[in-house]
């Protein structure tokens, strides 16, 4: 992109703005622009771009806005290619995508590659457990909340249980539905009171009629887990080859068939399933359920397995047995999965190790924002090694607040809350920082309109930032318009890395916005004013206050010249008899000059009148001096009408200093009841000032002032008399 033409029509308060911006020799334009006329309607502008949205005019919303914005082969912006940073967002952050400075593709090839085994293994075995459980949920969620604390530790969850599996020798439930015993509303209703007693007394009567039982053993052999071996051995041809079961009793009972089996453990089943008092408990039971319409399928299905309902006391122990009881059923499965995974695992701690060890881009970014900005605190990656190697989305931030010796590790939220306007500020330029670096590693090139970005700093941290944009300079991917209202900041980037011709003014016309080259960005008086001093009388006069300056640097503020350039800028007793050869006679003092006016014994009030009512037709613009004239006039104008109306010459020859407010104040003593004199001139207090005593270190205050307020204020003054 080597050139950027711009033509905007009612666009956020922009009525109109036409400019073509050339990158091809240097890549950032500064642009000063006061407060209030475009900054941040241009800035919203190029947003809209990034958003890809159109652009309106809020307080005009039937205007016809037009945004055409286009580079040098007439090609629209995209999106991608358009970056806008904010005086301050705090909402902005960095995201997944910054986070990508962090990823390591070599190391997380070699990751990935390791884990693409194991996942196909996973996928295999809860595949086959979903099969094996009919079950609809998340079983490597179930699994892993079953054995861990947590819902996502699977793989340790499954290693827990390792040396049980291997040990486990029958799968006693591993035709249980799972999720008609695990569903939310049947949990919910084995958790009641009512519910809890009554399976408790069934319990216990079980287990009686179990100590009481011939055969079977609570714990180890009851009639459902007989019932299994019964089938099990039947299916593994035991009976076939012609082994024996003996069962120990009073007497040993000898079994030959897989029938003769069966018929013992229906025997002694039956006589303890047609217990009174058991079936009284199961009743009981059974009303419960029965008054939920929901659990209706869970009473029809513990009707059919009866045996399940001495597990539901311990109904976590039961849920262990039941998945334990499916990954035996698929235990190759299982085994598989678990030697890719160990197999795998010494690799990984390898590359995690190797991964720690490196820095990334990331961490250079927080190395310049820690070691740039001044703030009370330092910052860190705290899930480095997550994110590099892919498996963590986000990074987070760690940070640790310095006060003196101590430092106390602090969350982001309550580290916000002790922080300064400038120090949260300075936090936000860090996901400038990321963005911008994520930009570059993608090869994305891109227009960074920066509005106002240092507003708020102090002067070290205002230096920094004015570096990093010198850095993005150096890239040519990147071309910057930097927005800014603060003077100093827009001298310092015009020193440091934007040239002259690239320094842009915005002021405001009839038809819209223009964008002129700058004037004045380095001491106006010895650049422009003081070469046109005796052929320019506005530039003469814009020069009073620099020249007072000298004479008070020099001379001190008792010196005769200092008093009667004062009588200048003043209405005093002898400011209507000083003529121009005499203030001509003090620029030549100061600067060993001979330079003579064409008229010289013209009264400057004159002129400085004379002049100012030029200025009120004059050409809209940057116009420094126009102001100056302008502002020295009207205060002129205003002391000359308080003087004469307040009529006390030892009163007004008695003033030492602030002559404007003190005037003020003794005419509205003298003259409260006149409310629009007094308006006027508490504007003349609250405009002037700072646009005569101004000097070549700092004039921005002129410079934001649109001349459009002075001239109204002149004529304002001017109607006084």
Excluded at 146 to 152: G, I, Q, R, V
Aim: hydrophobic content about 40%; glycine content about 4%.
């Amino acid at each position: 992109m080597e050139q950027l033409s711009i033509d905007l029509e009612n666009c956020y308060g922009i009525k109109k703005l036409k400019k073509q911006l050339d990158f091809s020799e240097e890549t950032a334009y500064a642009i000063y622009a006061p407060n209030g006329l475009m900054k941040t309607s241009l800035a919203q502008t190029f947003k809209d771009i990034s958003a890809g949205a159109a652009s309106t005019d809020r307080i005009f919303p039937t205007r016809v806005s037009t945004r055409k914005i286009t580079d040098e082969k007439g090609a629209a912006l995209t999106k991608e290619s358009v970056f806008v940073v904010s005086s301050y967002d705090a909402e902005f952050g960095h995201t997944e995508k910054t986070s990508t400075l962090l990823v390591d593709i070599k190391l997380k090839r070699e990751y990935d590659q390791l884990h693409v085994g194991i996942d196909n293994s996973k996928e295999l075995l809860l595949k086959a457990l979903k099969q094996q459980s009919h079950s609809k949920k998340d079983l490597e969620k179930e699994i892993s909340s079953a054995f861990t604390s947590l819902d996502n530790d699977f793989y340790t969850a499954l290693n827990r249980i390792k040396k049980e599996l291997l040990e486990q020798k029958d799968t006693p439930f591993a035709d249980v539905s799972y999720d008609t015993i695990f569903d939310e509303k049947v949990l919910n209703a084995l958790g009641t009171k009512d519910v809890k007693t009554a399976i408790e007394g069934y319990v216990q009567r079980y287990n009686e009629l179990l100590a009481a039982s011939t055969y079977f053993k609570k714990g180890t052999f009851d009639y459902y887990n007989a019932g299994q071996i019964a089938k099990s051995l039947a299916d593994n041809g035991f009976f076939e080859a012609k082994h024996t079961v003996n069962l120990n009793a009073a007497e040993s009972l000898e079994i030959k068939t897989q029938k003769e089996l069966e018929d013992v453990i229906t025997k002694e089943k039956e006589a303890i399933i047609k217990d009174n008092a058991l079936r009284k408990k199961f009743d009981e039971i059974e009303t419960l359920l029965k008054k939920n319409v929901t659990l209706r399928d869970f009473l029809t299905y513990l009707m059919d397995h009866e045996a399940f309902l001495s597990q539901l006391a311990n109904i976590k122990k039961f849920k262990e047995d039941i998945l334990k009881s499916y990954l035996r059923v698929k235990l190759d499965l299982y085994q598989d999965l678990m030697n890719q995974y160990e197999a795998a695992e010494k690799r990984t701690r390898e590359i995690e190790k190797e991964a720690a060890r490196q820095s990334t881009q990331w961490e250079e970014v927080i190395q310049i924002f820690n070691e740039r900005f001044v703030v009370p605190f330092t910052l860190s990656a705290k899930n480095k090694i997550s994110v590099m190697l892919g498996y963590a989305p986000m990074i987070e931030l760690e940070f640790t607040y310095h006060d003196g010796a101590d430092n106390m590790p602090i969350e982001k939220s309550a580290l916000l809350k002790v922080l300064s306007t400038g120090e949260r500020k300075a936090l936000y330029i860090l996901n400038i920082i990321f963005e911008v670096e994520v930009r570059r590693k993608a090869a994305q090139e891109t227009i960074i309109v920066i509005d106002d970005i240092a507003d708020s700093f102090d002067y070290q941290n205002k230096y920094a930032i004015i570096q990093y944009l010198r850095d993005i300079n150096e890239d040519r991917l990147f071309k910057q318009i930097i927005m800014t209202h603060n003077f100093d900041f827009f001298r310092t980037i015009k020193s440091r890395f934007v040239s002259y011709p690239h320094c842009l003014m915005a002021s405001k016309n009839g038809s819209g916005i223009s964008l002129e080259q700058a004037i004045g960005i380095k001491n106006v008086f010895l650049n422009d004013w003081k070469p046109n001093f005796f052929s320019d009388s506005k530039k003469k006069i814009a020069s009073i206050p620099f020249l007072r300056n000298l004479v008070e640097y020099r001379e001190g503020d008792s010196d005769q010249k200092f008093m009667k350039l004062t009588s200048l800028l003043h209405w005093k007793a002898d400011s209507a008899a000083i003529t121009e050869a005499q203030l001509d006679a003090i620029y030549n003092e100061m600067f060993a000059s001979a330079g003579v006016s064409a008229n010289g014994a013209r009264s400057m009030i004159d002129i400085i009148h004379e002049q100012a009512k030029l200025c009120m037709n004059a050409g809209v613009g940057i116009n420094f001096e126009n102001k100056i004239v302008l502002a020295i006039a009207i205060r002129i104008g205003a002391e000359q009408f308080m003087v004469k109306k307040i009529n006390d010459p030892p009163f007004v020859a008695g003033i030492s200093s602030n002559q404007t407010q003190a005037l003020l104040t003794q005419f509205k003593k003298l003259f409260s009841s006149d409310v629009r004199s007094i308006g006027i001139l508490d504007r003349v207090m609250i405009m002037t000032p700072e646009n005569i005593h101004l000097n070549s270190f700092m004039y921005e205050p002129i410079v934001d002032m649109s001349d459009e307020h002075l001239r109204r204020l002149y004529g304002d003054v001017i109607a006084l008399k």
